[in-house]
């Protein structure tokens, strides 16, 4: 980029970034404050990107393209300008709340100020159009000779005509001046005709005044109007008057424009044409009334005189089809100046020619709900809403279709009728068996609607698959539905007519609240319920039933029922108000406890066992173990103690953290010890960190299937069992120069398995080294004889832990236990995943 473009980028740039440090942050937050199409008005005004302001703009969004004011004044007069127009924003927003909302009419008609003024050029001059200096004549000769002028009206109002001298043409019409050069062209010019248009207009000075948003002088195009003039001085402010528009000329009032003939009939007759030196002068807003309900402007409007309700109607747009005429409201002032109320019917000449005065707020009702000869269906139906009733109207009259009409979620077995007493207004409820209503037109179970019945159809859950994503947040269930149902209930309830509600709990599909049927029998409240699950006991079921006593004391009875005999109908039992079914669930019901079998077993599997038996038990099913097996080396492990490792690895890791947190805050106080401190720490962390929970219990099982007097292992569900082939190692880890296995050998004692590792290292503690015997029982040096060269010798399988040596560091014990518990785990781990 050359230094010429670049300092022409600079200068395109700068006037935009001033624009933006213009605004201020408080000026932001007022901004954001306002309503959303006062902040458009505002931004197309001033240019602001809205977006950047809101925050409202996406990421990875384009910016959209504003336009920007060309301000001929500075920024601070621009952020002046911006404030004022704030203060005028939230100004009207405060009228606005105190009349209810309403805002002022018309004034939006100015909302969108332009960014530059384009002179009206674009339009056909009209004949009787005046010229003066400035304009342009295009005068266009053909014939004998063909020449193309552009004539000039000058300041003298003459326009030089070549070859023929000057001609006055100002104060003359278009038409005239038209004439007169037609003539002069066909008298000095013999065989040449002229046509004659007009080019560029002159640009005149015009005033607007008054209570106008920018009030001032402006240049304004010769064809301009009154409303050009208007739009160019950014409107007419809320207390400025659109109904007494003032055109002036010489200080005498020529010309009057009512704005509201223009927004309500597009009548623009009195839009007059300006002259230079014409004033716009809008007087004060005159007196108010405002409108508000079922018409289609809600608005506050200007009167003009004395207006009648029909008229102020009519400037709202007129009642839409829910407005209920016949009772008008009209709040307004007396003469103590208290707000009263009156009403006028607008159906008659007499309301529609009611007098509105000044200040006051009309309100239009609407019309009410539909208040009979309905029905309706609520809940999971095609087209749910209300339907008209005509008498011996049936429920297959409303759903003919259970696949049409229904969603596909809907429960097609049963539905409900809430029935409202047309005297009482109190609701009762109808069961509905809704598949053999609908399949037996005219029926027993197809029963008769009343009017202003409604009939709830509910969701089956069961039916809810993946494919139903769109009716997912539609909650039809029983519960939804029923909720106001039985609040209702609860409330027309008194002492000599309790509540019929029922609770129906346990292993029924929907259990909860429900009206009590009709027949008031156990097996249409477990219909209702959605049926018994295949848990539910046909052997016995409970009601609780609250009763008073004679001394008024509320009392509860079990009552013991045969499920069986109350679903065939035989029970006799009848419910009552607030009665409480619990159904019982068949014990242990689809419960079923496994054991896994892997390894060197002769039948690995997962094996299904009974209450009581043992790890023997189930090892005879699998047909014992293979030649190849070493029992020695069984890994039984348990889901409950996996538990319990698990949560030791979580407390040992955050004591770690701690001690590690408190180490590395120590610096240099252990001496040059420090950072070795930390790095072993550090490890050990890390290896608790890796560490996975197995949950091993140590067990001999060669005494399991062999010994009668070894204590019999009980089964518990999710236990495994993993028996290894045999080994041929003994394995040396933790702090040796070279952790690994050796081959088994008789007569080797610990410290010659140690020896073929390299010996321990410096950080290694000697005197604690330990075995970890194959069934994963722990043998510590202290308390064997092991180390003294004589007594039981290493088996395979069996591994030597070397641990470091943390005498020098503090929470000696628990770094220790740490250790232990890492490796035990990763012994019992090695020894499952190594199979």
Request: aromatic share 6%; hydrophobic share 35%.
């Amino acid at each position: 980029m050359n230094l010429k473009n670049l300092l022409l980028f600079t200068a395109l740039l700068l006037p935009i970034a001033a624009q933006a440090q213009s605004i201020s942050p408080a000026q932001i937050e007022r901004f954001k404050s306002l309503p959303k199409a006062q902040q458009e008005s505002l931004a197309k005004q001033y240019g602001i990107d809205l977006d950047s302001i809101t925050g409202s703009r996406q990421s990875g969004q384009r910016p959209q393209q504003v336009n920007v004011v060309e301000n001929q004044s500075s920024n601070q007069n621009s952020e002046e300008e911006l404030e004022k127009s704030l203060k005028e924003q939230e100004e009207e927003q405060k009228q606005a709340e105190k009349n209810n909302g309403l805002k002022p009419y018309g004034y939006d008609l100015f909302s969108g100020a332009p960014t530059t003024f384009a002179p009206v050029t674009e339009i056909p001059v009209p004949q009787n159009y005046t010229l003066g200096p400035g304009d342009t004549l295009h005068v266009q000769l053909w014939g004998k000779e063909s020449r193309n002028l552009e004539l000039p009206v000058s300041r003298n109002g003459t326009i030089d005509f070549p070859d023929s001298g000057p001609l006055s043409v100002a104060g003359l019409s278009f038409e005239q001046a038209r004439e007169q050069i037609r003539t002069r062209v066909e008298e000095q010019y013999i065989g040449v005709k002229a046509s004659v248009s007009l080019g560029e207009l002159r640009s005149m000075r015009v005033f607007v005044l008054g209570e106008a948003r920018n009030p001032g002088s402006y240049s304004v195009s010769s064809l301009s109007t009154i409303t050009n003039a208007l739009y160019v001085s950014g409107g007419i402010k809320q207390n400025g008057s659109l109904r007494n528009v003032q055109h002036k000329r010489d200080g005498k009032v020529i010309g009057e424009l009512d704005l509201y003939d223009l927004l309500l009939k597009g009548d623009s007759s009195n839009d007059n044409r300006m002259q230079p030196g014409d004033v716009i002068f809008i007087p004060p807003v005159g007196q108010r009334v405002g409108i508000e309900g079922e018409i289609y402007r809600p608005a506050l409007y200007e009167l003009d005189g004395d207006n009648t309700l029909a008229e102020l109607i009519g400037m709202a747009g007129g009642l839409t089809p829910q407005a209920y005429p016949q009772r008008v409201t009209i709040e307004r002032t007396n003469e103590d100046f208290l707000r009263i109320i009156t009403e006028a019917d607008y159906t008659n000449t007499q309301g529609k020619n009611a007098r509105i005065r000044p200040g006051d707020t009309v309100s239009i009702a609407s019309i009410s709900e539909i208040t009979g000869q309905y029905v309706e269906i609520k809940g999971a139906a095609t087209r749910p809403g209300k339907f008209a009733w005509v008498p011996g109207m049936r429920v297959s009259s409303l759903v003919k279709s259970l696949d049409a009409d229904l969603l596909p979620k809907a429960d097609k077995d049963y539905a409900a009728i809430v029935r409202t007493h047309p005297e009482t207004d109190h609701i009762s409820v109808l069961n509905l068996r809704l598949r053999d209503a609908i399949r037996h037109p005219g029926g027993e179970d197809d029963r008769l609607l009343h009017e202003k019945d409604r009939l709830l159809l509910f969701s089956d859950v069961g039916k809810v698959d993946i494919e139903d994503e769109v009716e997912r947040d539609e909650n039809y269930t029983r519960e939804a539905l029923f909720a106001p149902v039985i609040e209702r209930l609860k409330t027309q309830a008194t002492p000599k007519k309790p509540q019929q509600i029922i609770n129906i709990s346990g292993p029924v599909r929907y259990p909860g609240e429900y009206p009590m049927p009709a027949s008031r029998n156990l097996a249409d409240a477990v219909f209702v319920a959605g049926g018994l699950k295949d848990s539910a006991s046909l052997l016995q079921a409970e009601v609780a039933r609250y009763s008073t006593s004679e001394e008024g004391i509320g009392q509860t009875h079990i009552i013991d029922v045969d499920l069986a005999q109350a679903m065939s109908g035989t029970a006799g039992l009848q419910l009552q108000s607030r009665d409480r079914i619990l159904i019982k669930a068949v014990p242990e019901f689809g419960k079923t406890r496994t054991i896994t079998l892997s390894g060197e077993v002769r039948y690995p599997g997962n094996y299904t066992f009974r209450d009581g038996d043992t790890l023997k038990d189930v090892l005879q099913r699998a047909g014992g173990l293979t030649h190849n097996a070493y029992p020695k080396g069984a890994v039984f492990t348990r889901e409950k103690l996996r538990q319990l490792e698990a949560q030791r690895l979580r407390e040992a890791e955050e004591r770690l953290q701690g001690d590690l947190l408190g180490i590395q805050l120590e610096g240099d106080s252990f001496g040059g010890d420090n950072a070795q401190r930390v790095q072993e720490v550090q490890g050990l962390l890390d290896d608790v960190q890796d560490s996975r929970a197995v949950g091993r219990m140590v067990i001999d099982l060669p005494a399991v299937l062999a010994s009668e007097r070894y204590q019999a292992i009980r089964l518990q569900d999710g236990d495994q069992l993993t028996v290894p082939t045999i080994p041929q190692a003994v394995t040396v880890l933790g702090e040796v120069q070279y952790p690994t296995s050796h081959l088994h050998t008789q007569n080797l004692t610990v410290e010659d398995y140690l020896e073929r590792s390299g010996g321990p290292t410096r950080q290694a503690d000697e005197s604690r080294a330990y075995v970890v015997k194959a069934d994963g029982s722990v043998m510590m040096p202290k308390r064997s004889n092991w180390f003294g060269g004589g007594g039981s010798q290493l088996e395979p399988g069996d591994t030597i832990i070397m641990p470091i040596d943390v005498d020098r560091l503090n929470q000696l014990e628990l770094w220790t236990n740490v250790s232990q518990i890492v490796y035990q785990m990763a012994l019992g781990a090695a020894a499952v995943g190594n199979l």
